[in-house]
C-alpha cells in the first residue's frame, strides 16, 4: 500500500501524459483539417449518387465500437498486414504500439467529427454567394478560401476543436493501438485508466479533473466565439 | 451582337418541358424578359452564365462561349450576374465587395459614387438595407465590365419606392456603361423604363419579341388612382398586393382600355 501511494505521487507530477494527448491531438487534426477539407467540399456539392455511399463509410467511426475500429485497426497495420509490412520494410516505421500508429489510427477514429461540421458548413453557405465568386472568375481554390471557409468560421472552429477535443478524449483504440508505453502512446486517458485500475484514486482524481476543466474551457470558447459570430456577421 | 440558340429539359411543376429558343440581341440592348413562372426565364440566365448545362450555342461578339465542342466554363465568361437575394460576400466590406472582383479602385469608387454607397463602403452587408444590399449588388457585377449583365428579378425583394429609385440608377448606369443587359422582371414599371426590347416566355418559347411602348402591355390589376402631373399622368394600380406607379402620357392614358 505504501508502494502505491509513493508511486501515485511520483505519477501525479508527471504531466507527460498530458502533452502526448495534446501533440497526439494537434497532429491528428491539422492532417484531417487537409484530408477532410477536399471531401468534405465534394460531398456539399455533389449531386452524384456515391454521396450516401461515401457518408456512410465516413460516419462508420461513430458508430463502431472503439474496439472493433482498433480491432480492424491493428490487424490493418500490424506486420503481417500488407500496409503494416509496407511502412516496416519502406520507411522502417513500425505502425502498432507506437507514436506514428497513435496517429494513423486517430486519424481514422476523429474522422468523421472533421468532416461533417465542414460539410455542413459548406452546405449551409448561400449557394449563389459561391456562383457569385466563380462570376468574379474565381477558381474553386479560390472561392473555398476565400469566400466559404471566412462565412462558416464557427463550422471551421468546430470542426477542428471538436476533432481536437474527441482526439484528447479517445481511449479505447489508442489503448488497443498504442498499448501504455510512458513516452510514446502513454496518453492522458490511458494514464487515468491505469491509475484507476491500481486504485491511485488520488491521482486519478487529479488527472481526471484537469482534463474536465480543459474540456470544458474549451468548449466555453468555441461557443463563445460562435456566438460573437453570430452578432458580428449574422452567419 | 449575342446569338443564343439552346435547347434544353425542364423538369417544372408541370413536368418535363422543353426549353427551346433562338435569339439574337444587339449591343448595348436592353432587354426585358418576362412569363410566368416556371417559363425558363432563370434558367435561360444561367445557361448564358455557364451555371446551368445545356445543349447551347452562346456566340458573343466573335468569341463563342459554347457549341457542341466548347464550353468556356463560367469563370471565363464575361458576365455580371445580380440576382434578387443579393448574394454578396458577407465577410467582406461593400468596398472588398466590389475589389474582389477586379483590384481597380478607380473603377470601385466611381460605381460607389454613382450608385451612392461611398459613405458606406466600409460597412458589412449584414448592416445595410436591402436596397443598398441590391446596388453593392449591381456595381459589383459591373465591376468586371462585362459583355453581358445579367439581372434575375433584381428589384423584386424592395419595396416600391427603392424599387423607383434602383430603375433610375439602372438607367443611368446603362447609359454609363452601355452593358447589354438580359433583365428577368415582371414589373410594368420597369418594363417602361428599362427596357429597349420586351421578350415574353411562355414554357420554354419565345411567344413575343417587341419594343416594350409598341402596344403596351396586358396587366391583371386594379386601378387605384390617377394622378396628374405637370403635363403628364401618373397611374397607381394594385397588382398582387402590390402598390404600383406608372407614370403615363395623356395620349397613352387615353389609349388605355380596362
New interface residues.
Given amino acids: 500500500m505504501q508502494r502505491i501511494s509513493l508511486k501515485s505521487m511520483d505519477t501525479a507530477l508527471h504531466f507527460e501524459p498530458f502533452v502526448l494527448s495534446f501533440e497526439l491531438a494537434a497532429i491528428t487534426a491539422s492532417i484531417l483539417f487537409c484530408v477532410a477539407l477536399p471531401l468534405a467540399w465534394y460531398l456539399s456539392q455533389t449531386r452524384s449518387r456515391k454521396k450516401p455511399f461515401i457518408e456512410a463509410i465516413t460516419a462508420l467511426p461513430i458508430v463502431l465500437p472503439p474496439s472493433v475500429l482498433g480491432f480492424y485497426i491493428l490487424w490493418a497495420l500490424s506486420a503481417n498486414s500488407p500496409v503494416g509490412a509496407f511502412f516496416e520494410d519502406t520507411f522502417g516505421i513500425k505502425l502498432v504500439f507506437s507514436f506514428t500508429g497513435l496517429v494513423v489510427a486517430s486519424s481514422l477514429y476523429s474522422f468523421p467529427f472533421m468532416l461533417q461540421p465542414l460539410q455542413n458548413g459548406f452546405e449551409s453557405l ?1 449557394k ?2 459561391l ?9 474553386k481554390f479560390q472561392t473555398v478560401f ?2 466559404a471557409l ?2 462558416m468560421k464557427p463550422a471551421l472552429l468546430t470542426a477542428l476543436i471538436i476533432t481536437f477535443a474527441h482526439t484528447v478524449g479517445e481511449f479505447g483504440v489508442v489503448l488497443m493501438v498504442g498499448g501504455s508505453i510512458p513516452g510514446e502512446t502513454k496518453v492522458a486517458s490511458v494514464a487515468i485508466y491505469e491509475m484507476v485500475e491500481t486504485m491511485d484514486y488520488t491521482s486519478a482524481h487529479i488527472y481526471s479533473a484537469i482534463m474536465l476543466g480543459i474540456s470544458f474551457v474549451v468548449l466555453l470558447l468555441v461557443y463563445l466565439f460562435n456566438a460573437r459570430q453570430t452578432r ?4 | 451582337m449575342i446569338y443564343l440558340k439552346i435547347n434544353k429539359a425542364l423538369h417544372g411543376a408541370k413536368g418535363v418541358m422543353d426549353l427551346k429558343l433562338s435569339l439574337e440581341i444587339q449591343k448595348g440592348e436592353f432587354v426585358v424578359l418576362h412569363g410566368k413562372s416556371g417559363s425558363g426565364k432563370t434558367t435561360l440566365l444561367r445557361v448564358l ?1 455557364g ?1 446551368e448545362e445545356a445543349d447551347a450555342i452562346i456566340k458573343v461578339d466573335s468569341e463563342i462561349w459554347q457549341d457542341a465542342s466548347i464550353n468556356l ?4 465568361r464575361e ?3 445580380v ?1 434578387q ?1 443579393y ?5 467582406m466590406t461593400v468596398e472588398q465587395n466590389l475589389l ?2 477586379q483590384k481597380d479602385r478607380t473603377l470601385a469608387n466611381h460605381l460607389l459614387e454613382l450608385a451612392e454607397l461611398t459613405e458606406l463602403k466600409n460597412r ?1 452587408p ?1 448592416n445595410l438595407s436591402g436596397g443598398q444590399k441590391q446596388r453593392v449588388s449591381i456595381c ?2 459591373l ?2 465590365k462585362p459583355k453581358l449583365l445579367l439581372l434575375d428579378e433584381p428589384l423584386s425583394a424592395l419595396d416600391p419606392a427603392m424599387r423607383t429609385k434602383l430603375q433610375q440608377e439602372l438607367k443611368t448606369l446603362h447609359k454609363e456603361f452601355q452593358t447589354t443587359t438580359i433583365m428577368v422582371s415582371h414589373n410594368p414599371s420597369e418594363i417602361y423604363h428599362l427596357a429597349t426590347r420586351v421578350i415574353e416566355l411562355r414554357e420554354g418559347k419565345i411567344i413575343s419579341d417587341k419594343e416594350p411602348q409598341s402596344d403596351g402591355f396586358i396587366l391583371d390589376a386594379e386601378v387605384v388612382e390617377i394622378q396628374k402631373v405637370d403635363q403628364d399622368y401618373k397611374i397607381i394600380i394594385l397588382q398582387e398586393g402590390e402598390l404600383i406607379t406608372v407614370p403615363l402620357s395623356k395620349e397613352k392614358l387615353e389609349n388605355i382600355r380596362i
Fill in positions: 448561400n449563389e454567394m456562383e457569385a465568386s466563380y462570376i468574379a472568375g474565381k477558381s476565400q469566400v471566412p462565412n458580428r456577421f449574422g452567419l | 452564365a451555371l466554363p463560367v469563370q471565363k458576365i455580371g450576374f440576382s437575394n448574394a454578396l460576400f458577407e465577410n474582389f472582383v458589412y449584414k459589383r457585377a465591376m468586371k
